[in-house]
């Protein structure tokens, strides 16, 4: 296909492009804690090494494959190895449901599953699957070159996308490798109209947040980046929190989102440190923009610029709100069936208001009602059905559904799904999106879905809320939306939503139509519609393994009748944040005893005025401290000088050290991380001492949490001169040792997050995963924390057990220096767990292992 000077035969010829980037960096994924890069080289070698793999399973031309997972270098790589060899990628969400999995495939036919083990619809398949998580690890047999198959052409499949959509039945939607084309090749031609200035900011970094298994991901994340010879980041988390957090980290340039994750951001900076942010005027430029809201861009890093908006429509107010600051927000229009996009704005000639200029090749009218129809060289050429494939011919139009206006000067202006629109009895028709922007402005509204309901005289709107507190007051919240209102708009029903969120599509549109259902069925059974929260409940399930009902008693506590522990409560923390996009305070978390407790703290609620007071008290001394200064010069010399002047001799002199296993390190090249057992105060010298020397000053040492705050933070009663002695003790023990916080209560995260930090510098980490030292008489080890499990699985690198011998007795005796030969450490060879194991299962192994080093 060709585009003015442009020329592409296939899409596999952005693969060769990629080949010739080498060693640049092209994805960055988050692997537990722990940051895995893939430079272009290496994508372009695992693609031909699946490629290999694939033929091994007799995959050839027009088969299908359905790709099912997470966000991954590895996604991406499958991705390219069925075009390789002319299959047909099939992309599912990795929350498919089993059934839906099984209707696809015998639908498609597809003769393999390329997907992450922890996809639920896949578990349980009885189809061949090939573990998509673990790709790379199994292709060293392969090489690189590629089985290649007659050169695809325009016509030639490319893949086949289910949409589910808001308002449709899923349905196949194939698309050739010209579809993709004809929308790449107006992009590129643009693109390289720049490339001079990219020169200035390179890499341009791109956060993806949207689904590979989307047309609209894949175009920003496996083709646009691309062009600039960009980084694409992707990142599990939608907490607001965490998005922020990694743009600043990683120098992020550009966030690919969807609208509805793009307002949490914005409500997570108007309720932040950020209250009483007011974007300025449209007059304002853009060097002001940038002076005035600094503290938003600082927090941000000032690196990134722009937001790309896709998937659904972006409303004014959010768009209005983020320009206001200083960034530029891009949106693109369009479907599946267009191969992502129909329109396009222009990053550097914004136009608020619209969904941007018409893209090359494209045809469109306006029907009556306003409804967009298009056709082109990208438009589906029809579906793939149970019943046999649907092909459409290039002179029909492709209806989109969607209302709309064209302006003057050509940009597209949405206003609304032609399903949805509310026609009233006077004909006026009203489109919800206009209905729930205006409810959305709100301050007591977290969201907002309007539907058609029947009322007396006719089809009326009927607003389905979310509120931010359960006391406000919808009457005035509505009175105030109908102000800003036509009179045939106005309002005059509602229900509240008792749940953190409505049900949403992977691309984060409301489900209106489980929405419509669940209040027709409220309305039938008792007048009044009451959501249960079914999703704290059925997370708290998946992670407790209990069987809960959604309608279960919020009475039922946390640690009896759940049965979880403190890591058990970080693991449901996480998973409401990432699916309600909140940022909840771990302290707060952590005194929470009830599933009703949960519940309110999802909503933003704390109903117990005790359990209130319990949060505030844990948060306020909740700062653990975690020092930068401990690893970088000239703390790091000064170390390694007081470790061979005091450290080394006097633990020799006590200990009398007898060091075993040292050649189990011998090909450790790595970080790694070491557990131990923990008797006394001077468990972390021996441990140093017995180290080979290349291991011995790069190590950072776990230390219980609340003492080191204590030590930093001391209680207020503490006079002058004890806070001097412990600040001192503070100092030199993260001098000699650089320890860091590993609370027992809450913080997991923060010091999980810390000894990754330590991995990627290439530090590695000694925990003593019993969490306390072992009392005067006793003579054995305390059962592991399951935290330990948990590190582990997440690190994702080789875990040496230590065994501390001798210290117990000498302990016992309250003796301070031992005979010779009474005290060793013993060091096992390293071990690796399987992706698949728990973290209980970890923790149970890793004591095993060092119970078992006692009889070396």
Not at 20 to 25: L, N, S, Y
Not at 746 to 770: D, M, Q
Request: aromatic content about 8%.
């Amino acid at each position: 296909m060709q585009y003015k000077n442009i020329t592409r035969e296939s899409l596999l010829s952005y693969l060769d492009d990629y080949e010739q980037r080498g060693t640049e960096t092209v994805f960055v994924h988050r692997r537990g804690l722990r940051l895995v890069r893939w430079s272009y080289r290496q994508l372009v070698s695992i693609a031909r090494q699946t490629s290999c793999e694939l033929r091994r399973y007799e995959i050839g031309e027009g088969d299908r494959v359905i790709l099912c997972g997470h966000n991954s270098p590895e996604w991406a790589a499958a991705f390219w190895a069925c075009l390789l060899i002319g299959a047909v990628v099939v992309p599912l969400d990795n929350e498919s449901t089993a059934d839906f999995v099984s209707s696809v495939q015998q639908q498609t036919g597809a003769r393999l599953i390329i997907a992450d083990r922890d996809v639920q619809g896949i578990k349980h398949s009885d189809f061949t699957v090939l573990p998509l998580d673990k790709l790379s690890d199994n292709l060293s047999s392969h090489s690189a070159e590629t089985y290649r198959t007659p050169k695809p052409n325009d016509a030639t499949l490319a893949q086949i996308i289910f949409t589910s959509g808001t308002t449709s039945v899923p349905k196949g939607v194939m698309l050739t490798h010209g579809n993709l084309l004809a929308n790449l090749l107006p992009l590129e031609h643009e693109v390289a109209k720049y490339l001079k200035w990219e020169r200035l900011v390179h890499p341009v970094r791109f956060l993806n947040l949207v689904p590979l298994s989307h047309v609209f991901g894949q175009v920003m994340g496996m083709f646009v980046p691309q062009l600039l010879g960009g980084e694409v980041h992707f990142h599990d988390s939608l907490n607001p929190a965490s998005i922020t957090e990694r743009t600043h980290k990683n120098r992020i340039s550009v966030i690919v989102l969807v609208p509805r994750l793009m307002a949490s951001l914005q409500h997570w900076i108007e309720r932040s440190d950020f209250q009483g942010v007011v974007p300025g005027d449209k007059n304002m430029s853009l060097l002001k923009r940038w002076w005035k809201f600094r503290r938003v861009h600082r927090r941000f890093g000032w690196k990134f610029w722009a937001f790309v908006s896709g998937g659904a429509t972006l409303d004014n107010q959010t768009e209005n709100f983020w320009q206001g600051l200083g960034f530029a927000v891009l949106q693109g229009y369009g479907m599946t069936e267009t191969a992502s996009l129909i329109s396009v704005t222009h990053p550097f000639k914004p136009s608020r208001g619209s969904i941007g200029k018409l893209m090359p090749g494209y045809e469109v009218n306006l029907e009556q009602g306003g409804e967009i129809v298009v056709r082109g060289p990208s438009v589906s050429p029809g579906y793939w059905t149970s019943e046999g494939q649907s092909f459409r011919t290039a002179e029909q139009w492709l209806h989109t559904g969607d209302i709309g206006t064209i302006d003057d000067s050509g940009n597209l202006h949405f206003q609304g799904r032609a399903k949805d629109v509310i026609v009233t009895a006077a004909g006026l028709n009203i489109y919800p999106e206009d209905l729930e922007e205006a409810l959305n402005r709100q301050p007591e509204v977290h969201s907002s879905c309007v539907i058609n309901s029947q009322g007396a005289n006719g089809d009326e709107p009927l607003a389905v809320l979310i509120l931010r507190k359960s006391n406000a007051n919808v009457a005035a919240i509505i009175d105030r939306v109908n102000r800003s209102l036509a009179e045939y708009q106005r309002i005059r029903r509602w229900h509240i939503w008792n749940a953190p969120d409505f049900p949403l599509t992977p691309t984060q549109k409301i489900l209106r139509r489980q929405v419509a259902a669940t209040i027709q069925a409220g309305m039938k059974r008792n007048g009044y519609v009451s959501v249960p929260n079914s999703s704290v409940v059925a997370e708290a399930m998946r992670i407790s393994g209990e069987k809960l009902s959604p309608g279960a008693d919020p009475s039922l506590k946390l640690a009896t009748d759940l049965k979880l522990d403190s890591m058990g409560r970080i693991e449901l923390l996480s998973a409401l944040e990432d699916k309600y996009q909140i940022e909840i305070d771990e302290a707060a978390f952590t005194e929470a005893t009830t599933l009703g407790d949960v519940e309110d703290i999802v909503r933003g609620e704390v109903s117990d005025v005790s359990m209130l007071q319990r949060a505030t008290t844990t948060a306020l001394p909740a700062k653990f401290p975690y020092s930068a200064w401990s690893h970088r010069f000239p703390v790091t010399w000064i170390r390694v000088l007081l470790f061979y002047t005091i450290i080394l001799p006097v633990t020799l002199v006590m200990s009398r050290l007898r060091v075993q296993g040292t050649e189990n390190l011998r090909d450790v090249t790595g970080p790694v991380l070491f557990v131990a057992n923990h008797v006394t105060m001077g468990d972390h010298a021996l441990i140093l001492a017995g180290l080979p020397l290349r291991l011995r000053h790069r190590l950072a040492i776990a230390m219980e949490g609340e003492r080191l705050r204590t030590w930093l933070h001391p209680p207020a009663n503490i006079d002058f001169f004890m806070r001097l002695r412990l600040l001192a003790q503070y100092v030199l023990v993260t001098t000699f040792f650089q320890v860091f916080p590993l609370p027992k209560k809450s913080g997991f995260r923060r010091s999980f997050e810390y000894a990754a930090a330590c991995i990627e510098r290439g530090e590695s980490v000694l925990v003593f995963p019993e969490g306390i030292r072992a009392p005067r008489d006793q003579m054995h080890m305390s059962t592991f924390k399951t935290g330990i499990g948990l590190l582990a699985h997440e690190l994702d690198v080789p875990v040496v057990a230590v065994w501390l011998d001798g210290l117990y007795e000498l302990k016992r005796r309250h003796q301070y220096f031992a005979s010779k030969g009474m005290v060793s450490v013993t060091f096992s060879s390293p071990m690796r767990f399987e992706r698949s194991m728990s973290a209980p299962a970890i923790a149970k192994e890793l004591q095993l292992r060092v119970e078992r080093l006692s009889a070396v």
